[in-house]
């Protein structure tokens, strides 16, 4: 089961113009100022691992986490530096059930852009990964055997916790408003840091992305005192791994 994850008309609006377009086409928006859609809103929203959806005209968002409003940000909004990017499933420093919350919420769909990740892994959190056969079109384990090395991730992940004690108070059917600031130095074409063990910006941006969470959906997953979401891509994120 994957959670939905409620974004808004706008930014559902820029996914639709942009998610039949490859790597070329999509970066070429950005040459002329009339189809340039990199500051709009959904632009940097990691659709290869989210299922998204429009947020009803008449949600009821119960709360609303934000960097404007960072002391209650900080104390439940985190992204870690060390779950940034490509992460496999034995990587030595993962949340408990983390490959259980992150498939919950934000399951990576492989494709041949995945070859060689192992190869890009958080520079925090590598190991030496075992290889399939190096002409399969993925070069990692995908099956469910405890060993196995399994790609888990390889975008900007959000981490919301702290919540299991809010949720009794609010309805199932109600929202919470999580908004991600965007960093286009650190995940656009150049990608500046994000291999490194810098801190990801946690201040207001003039870009943020808002990703809504039904209260449903938090209390069905694996843990619902710990939201991992890899919910934002980096501009290369289907140019393909390289090595």
């Known amino acids: 089961m994957q959670a939905t994850l409620y974004i808004s008309a706008d930014a ?35 659709t290869n691992a989210l299922q998204l959806a429009e947020l009803p005209a008449d949600a009821d968002v119960a709360l609303h986490l934000t960097p404007s409003a ?5 104390r439940h909004v985190n992204i870690p530096a060390h779950l940034r990017g ?13 490959s259980e ?28 990964v075992s290889l399939t056969d190096i002409d399969s079109d993925v070069e990692v384990h995908s099956d469910d055997e405890p060993k196995t090395d399994r790609l888990l991730n390889d975008g900007l992940v959000v981490t919301v916790t702290g919540l299991a004690a809010l949720l009794a108070v609010f309805s199932p059917e109600q929202f919470i408003a999580v908004d991600v600031p965007i960093n286009p130095t650190m995940i656009g074409l150049e990608l500046e840091g994000y291999r490194s063990a810098v801190a990801y910006c946690s201040t207001p941006t ?37 090595y």
């Not at 490509?86 to 983390?98: C, E, G, M, R, T």
């Not at 919350?101 to 030496?128: D, E, F, K, M």
């Not at 003039?206 to 980096?234: C, F, G, K, N």
Request: hydrophobic share 40%; with cysteine.
């Open 70 to 74: 960072a002391a209650t940000y900080d």
């Open 101 to 128: 919350i992150i498939g919950y919420w934000s399951p990576l769909h492989l494709t041949n852009h995945h070859r060689y990740a192992w190869a890009y892994q958080n520079v925090l959190n590598s190991y030496c």
């Open 86 to 98: 490509v992460i496999f499933s034995n990587a030595p420093d993962l949340p408990p059930q983390y």
């Open 206 to 242: 003039p870009q943020m992305e808002t990703l809504y969470l039904q209260i449903a959906d938090i209390l069905a997953s694996p843990d619902a005192d710990l939201v991992a979401i890899s919910a934002i891509r980096t501009e290369l994120s289907d140019y393909g791994y390289t």
């Open 12 to 46: 559902m609006a820029t996914i639709n113009a942009i998610k039949d377009l490859d790597y070329y086409d999509r970066v070429s928006l950005s040459d002329a100022q009339e189809t340039d859609l990199t500051t709009a809103p959904g632009y940097f929203l990691n």
